[in-house]
Each structure stands twice: as C-alpha cells, then as structure tokens.
C-alpha cells in the first residue's frame, strides 16, 4: 500500500478580516475559531413513472454562506460593530507631535507607527540626512474617530534611498483625544465588503473576498479575568448578483507558492 500523500497538508494559521463600508478595506485583526458554513435549500422532485416512487432531481433554490468567528483586537471599531454603535464622538480631541521616531521599514509593507490621523511628515536618517516624501518614503495618514479611526504608516520605495531594513527618524503631528463613546444599538448592522486572507503556517494560502455581506454580533461577549476578550462576530454574505454577477457570493482565490 503506498505512503500517503502529506505534500498539500496545511496547517491552520491567522485568518484576517477586512473589511470595507465605503471607505476602503480596515483591517479588523485576526479572526480566530473561524467557521464557514455554507447552506442551500432544496426542492425535491419525485416520480413515479417505473412503479416506485424514485427521487428524480434535487433543484437548489436559496443559497447562504455564514461565517462565525471571534476577533481577538476589541478596539473601538471592532466595539462599535458588536454593538450596533452610531457616530465615535472623542472627547477632548486635539493633535500632538512627535519628533525623530525610530522607524524601521521591511520590503516595501507599509509599518504602522502607533498614531492615527498624521499630518506634516517628514523624516530623515540616523545621520540626519533628510529623506523626501514620495520619492525616498509615503505615507499613509490614516483617519482620526471621526473619519473611521486609522492607524497612520509609513513605507519604503524601492527606487528611493532608503535601504531594506533599514531604520529612519520620523518627525509627525497626529490627532489626538481622552476617550471616544458612541450609543450604543443606534444604527443597522454594518455592510459592505470583506476579504479574508488565510495564511497558515503550512500549506496552501488564499483569499476569500466577498463583494456584499453584513456583519453582526455573534454571542456574548465574555468578561473573564482567565481570558483573552475576544469579540464573537458573524458575517453573512449577501447575494450580489446585479454588480456581480459571475461571483454574486465571492469567490476564492489560491495563492502562488512561490
């Protein structure tokens, strides 16, 4: 008896969530005890021609596609999904600076630097030789709570004078504020977009995007001092089939490899 085949074996790992309301794709943090449940409802047809009562053929007439999982980063728009939450008010708002920030930057993926809304960029090297913006470095403001709460980044370009792996000053000014509150069960449950990247630690990687679907509370939110708090979640896809129509439910995508 031959040896089994374990080359296409893969190992579960992060499950990220996007997602996209009309104001780009957020990332959402990791999704963990991620299921995908998919369904149809069938009409049976039976005859009855040969003597015996026979099932002739199965016709799929509803399809649904339901993902149950828990996001393990409750920041404040994770929150504010759970809960239905309205407007982010922050309290107390203002801007601050920051000056000659170590920074260093990986390929060309954009790296967070720990502050939302940035304005006035600049940065330079350890020997304080200025860098200019979009042509050695960009950067990507981010949002403060009143535009979706984005972390602001900053990423090399390869044609620039900046070094993979290397590590620069950056200088900024940023939003800031006391503490941001929203209502609580004061709008509908958030649709949009969504992309799930699934990157196991072995094994094949891929994407499922998702052109519409609707994201909604899943269970209860535990409070446990033993326990990391983890916000149960659920996404339902829903049927796009006007704006698209090949893929109305999504589709995978399997990634390269190499």
Not at 52 to 75: W, Y
Not at 108 to 135: C, F, H, I, M, W
Request: aromatic content about 8%.
């Amino acid at each position: 008896m031959p040896a089994p085949n374990i080359d296409q074996l893969t190992i579960p790992g992060g499950i990220i969530l996007f997602f996209d309301s009309g104001g780009g794709m957020e990332d959402m943090g990791l999704a963990e005890e991620f299921d995908l449940e998919p369904k149809s409802t069938e009409l049976e047809y039976w005859t009855s021609r040969s003597g015996k009562r026979r099932k002739a053929k199965v016709f799929s007439i509803e399809e649904a596609l339901t993902m149950n999982f828990k996001l393990n980063q409750p920041v404040v728009e994770n929150m504010q999904a759970f809960f239905k939450g309205g407007t982010l008010t922050p309290i107390s708002a203002g801007t601050a600076a920051v000056v000659d920030q170590l920074v260093t930057l990986n390929d060309e993926r954009l790296t967070s630097v720990g502050a939302y809304g940035l304005t006035l960029v600049s940065a330079k090297t350890l020997a304080d030789v200025p860098l200019v913006l979009n042509t050695d470095f960009i950067v990507d403001p981010g949002a403060g709570p009143d535009d979706g709460l984005q972390v602001g980044r900053i990423g090399r370009l390869a044609d620039g004078d900046i070094v993979d792996g290397q590590t620069i000053k950056v200088s900024y000014t940023h939003i800031t504020w006391d503490s941001i509150t929203f209502p609580v069960a004061a709008d509908e449950f958030v649709k949009g977009a969504a992309r799930l990247e699934f990157h196991p630690s072995t094994g094949l990687q891929g994407n499922l995007h998702i052109p519409l679907c609707q994201l909604k509370p899943g269970g209860k939110l535990v409070l446990d001092d033993k326990k990391v708090l983890q916000i149960p979640m659920v996404l339902e896809v829903l049927d796009n089939s006007t704006a698209t129509p090949t893929y109305p439910y999504g589709y995978w995508e399997a990634l390269s490899e190499s």
